[in-house]
């Protein structure tokens, strides 16, 4: 499985931008998907995540604010982020999981830098 991310760029406070993560793979569509974030000196994150369903989990400090979703037919996750802070500023990680095994695959990371 490969994870390949976009969308990450510079914005400033209180606005808008959208990540998207696509999948290679014949197990994605049963796989749960997901968005994780790293700040300079931090630990990972997890952003939000979503299910092969489309059953969804937010980290507190983006409930409201993010909206997580999947299109299974084109093998992709998608992380709208809206009311962007300067807090907000991290490498951000789509993560796919494949249920019952202990594979945990990860994309190459794409930057968000929110100014204030």
């Known amino acids: 499985v490969q994870l390949q991310a976009s969308g990450g760029g510079l914005v400033q406070a209180g606005g808008s931008l959208r990540l998207s993560c696509a999948a290679s793979?014949?197990?994605?569509?049963?796989?749960?998907m997901g968005w994780y974030r790293q700040a300079p000196g931090k630990q990972r994150e997890l952003v939000a995540i979503?299910?092969?369903?489309?059953?969804?989990n937010y980290g507190d400090s983006v409930k409201g604010r993010f909206t997580i979703s999947r299109d299974n037919a084109k093998n992709s996750v998608y992380l709208q982020m809206n009311s962007l802070k300067p807090e907000d500023t991290a490498v951000y990680y789509c993560?796919?999981?494949?249920?019952?095994?202990?594979?945990?695959?990860w994309g190459q990371g794409t930057l968000v830098t929110v100014s204030s």
């Open positions: 993560s796919l999981v494949i249920p019952m095994t202990p594979n945990v695959y």
């Open positions: 793979g014949s197990i994605v569509s049963s796989a749960v």
């Open positions: 979503i299910t092969s369903v489309g059953s969804t």
